[in-house]
Nanobody
Framework: QVQLVESGGGLAQAGGSLRLSCAASGRIFTTYAMGWFRRAPGKEREFVASITRSGDNTHYAESVKGRFTIARGNASNTMYLQMSSLKPEDTAVYYC?????????????????WGQGTQVTVSS
């Protein structure tokens, strides 16, 4: 199985930017489609973005479309989430996830492997 470790969270002001990273180890990275999810206080975990094994196709939640960009570096076994124009409602714990299930889907249950999460806090 694959192990995932997120980094890059922290505090940002509204309108600012942060970049999250997810380092993968274990099984072959290109075996997995990858995704980012987040859980805000008092809310359910929600889908943020996903990227296919090759990196050719991406998908975003409507709430982040145009502001967040997901990418992966298969040579470095790392996935990224560039977050720009941040809003206070983006405050959440962000989780990196991996799946080798098909079809991939955009719900948490389609992703068997998870990182521990990284906190992102956006102040107004």
């Amino acid at each position: 199985q694959v192990q995932l470790v997120e980094s890059g969270g922290g505090l940002a002001q509204a309108g600012g930017s942060l970049r999250l990273s997810c380092a993968a180890s274990g099984r072959i990275f290109t075996t997995y489609a990858m995704g980012w999810f987040r859980r805000a206080p008092g809310k359910e975990r929600e889908f943020v973005a996903s990227i296919t094994r090759s990196g050719d196709n991406t998908h975003y939640a409507e709430s982040v479309k145009g502001r967040f960009t997901i990418a992966r570096g298969n040579a470095s076994n790392t996935m990224y989430l560039q977050m720009s124009s941040l809003k206070p409602e983006d405050t959440a714990v962000y989780y990196c996830a991996a799946t080798n299930l098909l079809p991939v889907g955009y719900t948490a249950r389609r992703y068997p492997y998870w990182g521990q999460g990284t906190q992102v806090t956006v102040s107004s």
